[in-house]
């Protein structure tokens, strides 16, 4: 896995807006509204994610599945495996 790719992706994600989740989620046919997209931003900003770390990602879409709904928990889910997958692809 290339280190300075898996940077760039995990820059994104940490510094993902919640305009940004909630064009995504649009583009993925998965909308979600405001006030999901607010929570899911303020968990991915309440640590630091290293996307090649999998325990941590786990972790996350842990408290998204308890904290935010499922359907909230299964899209980002989705949205970090496209980026896992381009990173195994290194």
Not at 43 to 60: A, F, K, T
Request: overall charge positive; cysteine-free; proline content about 4%.
């Amino acid at each position: 896995m290339n280190p300075f790719i898996q940077q760039m992706i995990n820059h994104k994600i940490n510094s993902l807006t919640k305009k940004e989740l909630i064009t995504l989620s649009h583009q993925h046919q998965m909308p979600i509204n405001g006030g999901q997209a607010s929570k899911v931003i303020q968990i991915i900003q309440s640590e630091p994610i290293d996307i090649g770390n999998r325990s941590q990602v786990e972790r996350m879409i842990q408290r998204l599945q308890n904290e935010v709904d499922p359907h909230v928990s299964k899209l980002v889910n989705q949205l970090l495996n496209q980026y896992g997958h381009l990173l195994s692809q290194l």
